[in-house]
């Protein structure tokens, strides 16, 4: 144990890094998540059954499902307008029988002639489209998009469900996926740059089964999907400085990994499924006001000022003696890390910062995947540092690893 910035800190292999571990429900793609183990750590010891956990970057929604999954109330929020839309439907899901159900009540295989006619209104969306799918799996998707674009993003219905899977398999480079070879799943290659791959590749388009894929898709994420009956999760797609979804002083666990400096352009990575969520109309809307403005800064101040906001808010929303477990971990080729700035701007908010966790674990196969080497490139560890509000019980980093954990 050693002290950074006076913060006791603990080093180990606190959890496990088998992604074959956690449930089923997780397995959406998505760039800069952790790993269900993670926050099952903390959650297990800071808070009980029926507590409110609540992640204000909640992303893909790792946190509130394993919170969820351990019997604790979930409130989540992230501004990036498709979070809620791949959340909510996995926080209640359906069962496989409903999914089917409602395919089949779908009109698959639109005729040439409807999509001939998008083709001739919308020519600069085809021309994006195109490098990406064969005309009759578009087709299906182009349906998928126009039915589901008065749903609302929090909905947890059955069609969301099925916006939410689509989303999961529309870009990837294995059979499973409904485009042609591309970037693995969670990150999407602009149009020229996915011309540029096909024709490195030369590997033609083919028509795919989407029904099928979608529902391949839904048996896998249900295979050990068993949700406890609902506890009312409330989600919203706002600032993490604006967490108006919580009441003051509910909250016991803000468990969350906020964005890391110039890291991740979450527009940019996932700007087909904002396309088929009809946020966008086509890549060009990046650059317009359609697009929203999704936390990322270019500077160490700016992520600063954002993350003050942010913690501002996890003050007032934890109940007191309430703990945020803020997951920051390392950038810059690993040169620098962020968990002295959280220690440092957490005291100006009235948080007390009282331990930090750097998890340390071997490489992962989605980090050879991302070209990440250990030790050298990317995030190669977990730095969770853990921050209580004044009152209640005053915690300590040997409590937390005393605890043996409460499902």
Request: charged share 20%; aromatic share 8%; hydrophobic share 40%.
């Given at each position: 144990?050693t002290?950074?910035?006076?913060?006791?800190?603990?080093?180990?292999?606190?959890?496990?890094?088998?992604?074959?571990?956690g449930?089923?429900?997780?397995?959406?793609t998505?760039?800069?998540?952790y790993?269900?183990?993670?926050p099952?750590?903390?959650?297990?010891?800071?808070?009980?059954?029926?507590?409110?956990?609540?992640?204000?970057?909640?992303?893909?929604?790792?946190?509130?499902?394993?919170a969820?999954?351990?019997?604790?109330?979930?409130?989540?929020?992230?501004?990036n307008?498709?979070?809620?839309?791949?959340?909510?439907?996995r926080?209640?899901?359906?069962?496989?029988?409903?999914v089917?159900e409602?395919?089949?009540?779908?009109?698959w295989g639109?005729s040439?002639?409807?999509?001939?006619?998008?083709?001739?209104?919308?020519?600069?969306?085809?021309?994006e489209?195109?490098p990406?799918?064969?005309?009759?799996t578009?087709?299906?998707?182009?349906m998928?998009?126009e039915?589901?674009?008065?749903?609302?993003?929090?909905?947890?219905?059955?069609?969301?469900?099925?916006?939410?899977?689509?989303?999961?398999?529309?870009?990837?480079?294995s059979?499973?996926?409904?485009?042609?070879?591309?970037?693995p799943?969670?990150?999407?290659?602009?149009?020229?740059?996915?011309r540029r791959?096909?024709a490195?590749?030369?590997?033609?388009?083919?028509?795919?089964?989407v029904?099928?894929?979608?529902?391949?898709k839904?048996?896998?994420?249900?295979?050990?999907?068993?949700?406890?009956?609902?506890?009312?999760?409330?989600?919203?797609?706002?600032?993490?400085d604006?967490?108006?979804?919580?009441?003051?002083?509910?909250?016991k666990?803000?468990?969350?990994?906020?964005?890391?400096?110039?890291?991740?352009?979450?527009?940019?990575?996932n700007?087909?499924?904002?396309?088929?969520?009809?946020?966008?109309?086509?890549y060009?809307?990046?650059?317009?006001?359609?697009t929203?403005s999704?936390?990322?800064?270019?500077?160490?101040?700016?992520?600063e000022?954002?993350?003050?906001?942010a913690?501002?808010?996890?003050?007032?929303?934890?109940?007191?003696?309430g703990v945020?477990?803020?997951?920051?971990?390392?950038?810059?080729?690993?040169?620098?890390?962020?968990?002295?700035?959280?220690?440092?701007?957490?005291?100006?908010?009235?948080?007390?910062?009282?331990?930090?966790?750097?998890?340390?674990?071997?490489?992962?196969?989605?980090?050879?995947?991302?070209?990440?080497?250990?030790?050298t490139?990317?995030?190669?560890?977990?730095?969770?540092v853990?921050?209580?509000?004044p009152?209640?019980?005053?915690?300590?980093?040997?409590?937390?690893?005393?605890?043996?954990?409460?499902?």
């Open positions: 144990m002290d950074i910035c006076r913060v006791p800190s603990f080093h180990g292999e606190f959890w496990t890094s088998s992604q074959k571990e449930n089923s429900l997780h397995s959406f998505y760039r800069g998540c790993k269900a183990q993670l099952r750590f903390f959650i297990s010891r800071l808070t009980d059954i029926n507590d409110i956990v609540c992640d204000p970057f909640m992303g893909r929604g790792t946190t509130l499902i394993e969820s999954l351990m019997g604790r109330m979930v409130n989540g929020s992230d501004i307008p498709i979070s809620p839309m791949i959340v909510a439907p926080l209640e899901p359906p069962s496989l029988e409903k089917v409602k395919l089949d009540e779908m009109q639109v040439q002639k409807k999509l001939a006619r998008w083709k001739r209104r919308n020519p600069h969306q085809w021309d489209m195109e990406y799918f064969h005309k009759d578009f087709s299906d998707i182009l998928l998009r039915r589901f674009l008065g749903l609302p993003p929090w909905s947890s219905s059955v069609e969301a469900w099925i916006r939410m899977v689509t989303m999961a398999i529309l870009t990837g480079h059979p499973g996926f409904l485009s042609r070879y591309t970037l799943p969670g990150s999407t290659a602009y149009p020229d740059a996915q791959i096909n490195k590749h030369r590997k033609g388009s083919e028509p795919k089964d029904k099928k894929l979608i529902i391949a839904s048996a896998r994420l249900l295979a050990t999907g068993i949700m406890p009956a609902s506890r009312f999760p409330t989600l919203d797609a706002s600032s993490a604006n967490l108006s979804l919580c009441e003051s002083q509910t909250v666990l803000v468990m969350t990994s906020p964005p890391f400096v110039d890291t991740i352009d979450y527009a940019k990575e700007w087909l499924r904002m396309w088929f969520a009809g946020i966008i109309d086509s060009a809307d990046l650059q317009s006001e359609k929203p999704i936390w990322r800064s270019g500077s160490i101040s700016g992520w000022q954002m993350m003050v906001g913690m501002r808010e996890m003050s007032r929303v934890l109940v007191p003696g945020a477990a803020i997951e920051v971990g390392e950038i810059r080729n690993g040169t620098e890390t962020l968990d002295d700035r959280i220690i440092r701007l957490s005291q100006t908010v009235g948080l007390i910062p009282f331990a930090l966790f750097v998890h340390e674990q071997n490489f992962t196969k989605t980090s050879h995947i991302w070209g990440v080497k250990n030790k490139k990317g995030t190669n560890t977990h730095r969770i853990l921050l209580r509000k009152g209640g019980v005053a915690l300590k980093g040997e409590d937390v690893l005393a605890s043996v954990g409460s499902n």
